[in-house]
Each structure stands twice: as C-alpha cells, then as structure tokens.
C-alpha cells in the first residue's frame, strides 16, 4: 500500500505536509505524534487534546459515540470537529487537510 499525504496546520498557523502508511493500523493521534507535532494524546477519545478541524472536502467515517460524547464536553468545537486518535489512516483520506484546535 502507498503512504498518504496530510496537511497538518498546527496552533501557530505553519503547515506541515506528512505522509504516513496505511497499512500499520495508525491514526492520525499518532501520525501527528511521529512528527512532533501538537495535538497528541492517549488515544482512547477519552480527552479533547487531539481535536482538530477537517478543513478538506472529505467524507471521514462516522464518529462513534464516545468521540461524540467527548467532543460534546470539548472547548472550542465546531461543525468541522474530530478527534485525531479517531481517524484511521486509509487510502481514502490521501490529500487530507486538518487544523489542530486551540488548547484548552
């Protein structure tokens, strides 16, 4: 399987174009954690600290409820909202564009 690209923008506004595999079972949680960048968690959706904003036109899979359950407790949320430790790397988010949301 190929890597993926990812837009990464992180909290100053810098973009970071990174690319990962999709076939080791990552999400995005970890791809930004390998990179240093911001937004790094436990991976278990049991905090917001690796929320972020989809800022392409992709059609991710449908949360579950405990990423809805945390992003319904979650500062800064918006209509665009997810939780990085939820979105698997697939071959079908090649091109994605995320934001890092602003800590809490």
């Known amino acids: 399987m190929a890597d993926v690209r990812i837009t990464i923008i992180d909290r100053e506004g ?4 990174v690319s990962a595999p999709t076939d080791m079972s990552l999400n995005l949680m970890e791809v930004c954690h390998e990179y240093g960048v911001e937004g790094t968690c436990g991976g278990m959706a049991l905090c ?4 972020c904003y989809v800022e392409s036109d992709h059609i991710l899979h449908e949360m579950g409820s405990e990423e809805m359950a945390m992003l319904d407790q979650a500062f800064f949320v918006k ?4 939780l990085g430790c939820q979105i698997r790397i697939t071959s079908e988010i090649d091109g994605l564009v995320i934001r890092i949301a602003p800590a809490e």
Request: glycine share 0%.
């Open 79 to 82: 209509s665009n909202s997810r």
């Open 14 to 17: 810098i973009e970071h174009l």
């Open 48 to 51: 917001a600290s690796c929320q």
